[in-house]
């Protein structure tokens, strides 16, 4: 994140005690070893007390490369379960993976990606994000981050339905949007007022006879640890690496005289793939102007476009939920009738979350099972 937050009690200097009969236990918690972004945790257990680990293996998948367009309706993954059982990876390469998940069962247990950040998008319903660096209301339209490391759950969902994009690399404002002082700048499509960090209201301590259960995601495997103590122990931290959620409302739309293309709603970067936010806006304001976009070709991106709410123009056959993914290497665009459709039209309502990735992006098992064939021929018409 790009600015400072503390929460709760924590001592007047980094790495000393207040209280002599009640030392905190501190946690440093970062990217990039000691160099990158990081918060200090004071935990009132030591949170590296594991009475027991379990491996649990995961069903070894595997992604194919595609070559062709493709359509998934993400409304066919009706199974429902909790953030460790029920996330399908639908796409991904060895940087990033795409996963959806329908959630209706409080977490009994909690959850940590050992490997990836996670940027969760909430396309339908909402939930208590609870974590150790405090609690989040997430509601539809929210962004969520969660770095690598984060121990959380969710609390009490409601009918939720979650996109995520889970990268190794760091997942980060982009850097054009920042002054020299870690500001979000006038022009930047949101700013920091509309930024919600975790709040920290409260903190458990002592033992629970049934015991907590941690799965740490090893992509492959969990490690299972089993705690005889919370791990919400935490008195209070401070930094600039915590979870935060923004919500689409609250993004600034870009507008142009003539049609502006995806860089202009970048929302977040990361090495191999930016994120875009295709928002509610007016169209292009040229008398001639055509507000759908042109055909392109762009030949070193694969765009995953994930369709979460309002009409989508360019594309016939779409509902929410649906996901389309345009490979490098083949010309895409407006189907047929649609340039000539679009010309006129005011505004758009559509809200739809991209994913342009720099490596090519593989279709998973669970993503093949939600395939709508021969996508290919809606421009064929
Ligand atoms: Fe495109």
Redesign the pocket.
Known sequence: MVFYVRQGNIPELRHIYDDRKNILKEELLGEDSFEGPYSLLYHRGEPTRIREIEIVKKDHVEGIESSQHRLFRTRRLTGTGDIITNRKILLGNDSVLITFSRIDRENDHFFRHGLRNMLFYVHRGGATFESIFGSITIKEGDYLLVPKGTTFRFKNPRGLALLAIESKDPIEIPGRYLNRYGQLKEGAPYHNRNITYPILDHTEKGKEEKGYAVYVDFDDHFVVELRDESPLDVAGWDGYNYPFTINVRHLMPMVGKVHLP?PFHETFSSKRFMVASFLPRPFDFHERSIPI?YY?S?VDTD?F?FYSSGNFMSRRGIDEGSITL?VRGMI??PQPGAVEESIGKQSTDEIGI?VETYDRLKVFPDGAGIEDEGYFRSWYK
Do not use: A
């Open positions: 995806p976009s392109h762009n765009e476009l345009h895409h665009g991209m």
